[in-house]
Structure formats: C-alpha cells, structure tokens
C-alpha cells in the first residue's frame, strides 16, 4: 500500500493516499509519482518496497503486514496527512469449500477485509479532523458477483467488501469523504496468474469476456485516478466493473 503527501493534479490541497503497490498497486503508484504526487508505499515485502523505490525515487516504504492489527497500527499510527486512499492489499488464497481452513478463512478477511475497515479508520479520521474533502478507493473483484471453484472464502471477502464499500460512503458522505470500489475481472499480475494456471479454464474463462480478454493493469489503474479526482465529484458508494463485458454475458 502506498500514502501520499501532495496534491492529486485535480487538487489543491496536500494529501497523503495510501495503496499496496504489487501489480495494480504498482502501476497506481507509478502513475501518480510521475504527476507529482509524494508517496508512502506499505507492503509485508520489503525486497518490493526496495525496488519500487528505485523506480520511484522520493516515495517512502513502510514494510508490515497489514494482516496484523497491532503491527498495522504501529506502522502506519502516526503517518498522515492523507486526503487520497487506495485501499489495493489482498491476498487470493485457493481452497475448494468443502475442505475451507480456518487459517485460509481468517487470513483472508483479515487482510482483504479487516484491514482495509483499520487503515480506514485511521485516514478518515485525519480527513474529518482537518475537514477535508476525500476519496477512497477499494480494490474489489468481479468475483464479488460471480464465483468460481476453489475462491468461496476470497470470494466472500470481495462480496463483503461491496457492502462495505456502501456503509464507508453513506457514513463519511456527510463529511465530504467519498467511498468506492473498482471490481476487474482476472488482471494478469502474480496473483491474477494464480487463478489461470490451468491453461484451458483461462482459455474457456477469456472466450466468456465478450471482449474476449482479460483486464490490463493500465485499465485498472485508470478507473482508480478517475475515482481519485475531482472529475468523479458526485459519485460515492458505487463499483466501476473492469470486466471486460463479463457481468454482461
């Protein structure tokens, strides 16, 4: 995950954002470095904080697991001020349901969920004593719709995100702080690979996308800076679908 410290291009204030940067979270933060933006970059990996910041000098790496309450709340307590916020951390662990582990179960809530609910929390805070208008972005999935074998528990995480995602925005709204997600379908990253490692399920699974392809991280990434600026003003509580037409079908 990444804060930043200035301005989105679309803003005159001076936030802070915060997002994962591993695939989606990398291109993210890599197109807002290059506008301008100063960034604090989060992840459990600090060989990926390392390289990240040679790509993008001048961010500031803040390696724990965001899976770790207390660890989170050291870490990240006394970082801020953060106008901007992606919340990108998840973790796609496969399990067919009848054998669903309480350690899978746990782990995956506690990050996909759990986490983004703490780092919220601290964000929105700072943005409400400021008195600042904001944005939050939660990085979903299709599969908050629509599932697949093995993926009941992340599946559950992004369908609880969804909710999520309308109760942060109906609550903060009235404090100017607007709250949505973005829901891809399969983005080739490390994890997105994860899930077509079966080379005719990923064929079969691409022919169902009426465009007939997977998400590319660009996509992703810009769904998120329209929900991070200013020309999404008047939206809250909504999930724009990087699908590919597959909802459609």
Same mark, same amino acid.
């Given at each position: ?15 802070g ?24 970059a ?31 709340e050291?870490a990240?307590?006394g ?11 998840g ?14 179960f ?9 986490? !983004? /609910?703490?780092? %919220?929390? &601290? $964000? =929105? ?9 904001? +944005? !939050? /972005?939660?990085? %979903?999935? &299709? $599969? =908050? ?9 992340? +599946? ?14 109906l609550e ?43 998400a ?11 929900l991070?600026s200013?020309?999404?003003?008047s939206?809250t ?13």
């Amino acid at each position: 995950m990444t804060y930043w410290r200035r301005a989105n291009p679309n803003r005159e204030q001076n936030p802070g954002d915060l997002f994962t940067h591993q695939g989606i979270g990398r291109g993210t933060v890599k197109a807002l470095h290059a506008s301008g933006a100063k960034v604090v970059a989060v992840t459990c990996d600090n060989s990926d904080l390392v390289s990240l910041a040679k790509e993008c000098p001048g961010i500031e790496p803040v390696c724990v697991d965001l899976g770790d309450w207390e660890a989170t709340e050291k870490a990240l307590g006394g970082i801020g001020p953060v106008d901007l916020l992606v919340n990108n951390a998840g973790v796609a662990l496969m399990q067919p349901f009848i054998e669903s582990t309480k350690e899978i179960f746990d782990r995956s809530f506690n990050v996909n969920v759990r986490a !983004i /609910v703490q780092v %919220s929390q &601290m $964000v =929105a805070k700072g943005m409400i004593k400021r008195g600042v208008a904001g +944005s !939050i /972005v939660n990085i %979903s999935s &299709m $599969v =908050a719709h629509v599932t697949y074998p093995g993926l009941a528990t992340y +599946s559950s995480t992004k369908g609880a995100l969804t909710m999520l995602t309308k109760a942060m925005a109906l609550e903060l709204g009235p404090h100017k702080i607007r709250v949505n997600s973005v829901n891809p379908t399969v983005v080739l990253t490390d994890m997105g690979k994860k899930v077509t490692e079966d080379a005719e399920f990923a064929r079969k699974l691409k022919e169902r996308h009426p465009l007939r392809k997977f998400a590319e991280v660009e996509d992703v990434v810009n769904s998120i800076l329209f929900l991070l600026s200013n020309h999404s003003a008047s939206t809250t509580g909504s999930g724009i679908l990087v699908d590919a037409g597959y909802l459609a079908s």
